[in-house]
């Protein structure tokens, strides 16, 4: 079954302490993978779009990487406003032009001044 | 008003009760999409319209159904939920279908009593 993990569930975090949240993906047919932030009370807002293993993408203090298998998107030296739920999605080909978009349930991320 | 909205933000309706949700992007994209999102689940694809033309239907039952008048406008008709079918929905669009670089609007958090 075609599957798109996110891990950790949570992840506290102290201000300017680096780490890393995954995404791990079982898709036959990937087209791309997306990484979105979703603050509380509002919908996700788009922030990188990978399409081919080895690829990066950077905004200030957010770089997505993309292998085979799975995303990391590392945090720099986070900041309190970096708090938020960090969603992965991935975007698969069922074959012709029938794509299908599937997303992980997503990873909160607290940090705390 | 820019990017896309979505009214009423709340609403609290009966099960026997009939409402819509209404979405409107000022994004001149051509696609828009329908999602639903309830807590400690992925984001469910609901509906995908084209140009107007619905090209997908995600197994949603009958009491939700979609409306697409014209490109910048999308509503969703709601009649006889069940108290499962509590949750956040999402309005998106994007430039073309199934693009991952999806806008999306702030939700409407639907509880039914």
């Known amino acids: 079954e075609d599957q798109v993990t996110q891990s950790p569930e949570a992840l506290r975090l102290q201000e300017g302490e680096s780490s890393s949240l995954n995404c791990s993906y079982t898709?036959?047919?990937?087209?791309?993978l997306f990484w979105y932030r979703q603050d509380p009370g509002k919908g996700p807002e788009f922030l990188f779009t990978l399409y081919s293993a080895g690829e990066e993408k950077e905004k200030e203090r957010l770089k997505a990487t993309l292998t085979k298998k799975e995303s990391f998107l590392h945090i720099t030296a986070p900041k309190p406003e970096d708090s938020a739920t960090y969603l992965c999605a991935v975007l698969e080909n069922y074959g012709g032009a029938t794509n299908k978009l599937i997303f992980g349930t997503g990873t909160l991320l607290a940090v705390q001044p | 008003e820019t990017g896309v909205t979505q009214t009423p933000r709340h609403l609290v309706m009966g099960m026997t009760n009939k409402k819509s949700l209404k979405c409107e992007q000022h994004l001149g994209h051509n696609a828009m999409y329908w999602y639903k999102q309830s807590a400690k689940k992925p984001l469910e694809l609901m509906f995908v319209?084209?140009?107007?033309?619905?090209?997908e239907n995600n197994s949603v039952p009958s009491r939700f159904s979609p409306e697409c008048p014209n490109s910048s406008h999308l509503f969703l008709h709601l009649h006889t939920l069940q108290p499962e079918d509590s949750a956040l929905y999402l309005c998106?669009?994007?430039?073309?279908?199934?693009?991952?670089?999806?806008?999306f609007g702030p939700g409407t958090r639907l509880t039914v009593t």
């Open positions: 319209y084209s140009l107007e033309e619905r090209v």
């Open positions: 898709v036959s047919g990937l087209r791309g």
């Open positions: 998106a669009s994007s430039l073309q279908r199934l693009e991952a670089e999806q806008y």
